[in-house]
């Protein structure tokens, strides 16, 4: 059989545990039906003439995840993808496309990620590249989660619109979200414990972080 037929009850597994770990997380409330399809290697149909071999490509709106496999590659943990697909009804899913990512990789149970930030002289988030922000996105939610709780967060993300993110966290938070986060970066600062390698990060979470994309 192929690699998609070889991948697929595992994936369908994998895909009920993320789903009951998101639950309440946007649309996933409503039953919003999500349609997983393990391909081979396809093209890319974003960049013509490009093979998409690893990663997924998110059509949030119509629920369905395309995800590349094959015997060396194996499908991604799918809470990324999932998350992706049940943001897709929040006002401000756009603007807040980061914090949705670290939402879903704490959720997926990436490891600490503190270690490998720590001591690093880190940019804005919108300035950061694919995995540095993945890292950084995860250390925050985390840093919201300890001062409140999930549903905190996930109210915060339910109400927050793209002209004025920092009234949900204001309300939910009580502060803005620059406040916020320069209250986290000043954490990771003095936090204890020795600094990590954002290398040795990535090795243990590699499945989590591969290409993400959104269908335009």
């Given at each position: ?20 770990r998101?639950?309440?997380f946007?649309?996933?409330a409503?039953?919003?039906?999500v ?8 093209p890319?149909?974003?960049e ?7 990663g ?33 009804g929040?006002?401000?899913?756009g603007a807040?496309s ?9 959720k997926?149970d ?12 880190l ?9 540095l ?29 793209p ?16 406040v ?37």
């Amino acid at each position: 059989g192929t690699a998609g037929e070889r991948f697929a009850r595992g994936t369908l597994n994998a895909a009920r545990k993320a789903r009951k770990r998101l639950a309440g997380f946007g649309t996933e409330a409503s039953g919003t039906v999500v349609r997983i399809h393990l391909m081979d290697p396809f093209p890319d149909p974003t960049e013509p003439g490009r093979l998409v071999t690893q990663g997924s490509i998110v059509d949030a709106p119509s629920g369905r995840i395309w995800v590349a496999v094959s015997p060396e590659a194996p499908p991604d943990e799918p809470e990324r993808a999932l998350a992706t697909v049940f943001a897709s009804g929040l006002a401000a899913a756009g603007a807040l496309s980061w914090l949705v990512e670290g939402y879903a990789l704490h959720k997926a149970d990436v490891g600490d990620v503190d270690a490998s930030l720590r001591g690093r002289s880190l940019p804005d988030l919108s300035e950061a590249d694919d995995q540095l922000r993945a890292a950084m996105s995860v250390s925050f939610v985390r840093f919201l989660l300890k001062a409140r709780d999930d549903a905190t967060l996930l109210a915060v993300l339910a109400e927050a619109v793209p002209e004025n993110v920092d009234a949900a966290f204001q309300k939910g938070f009580s502060a803005p979200l620059r406040v916020l986060g320069a209250r986290w970066r000043a954490g990771l600062a003095s936090g204890r414990g020795g600094k990590g390698s954002l290398v040795q990060f990535l090795k243990l979470s590699w499945r989590y972080l591969r290409p993400h994309r959104l269908r335009q």
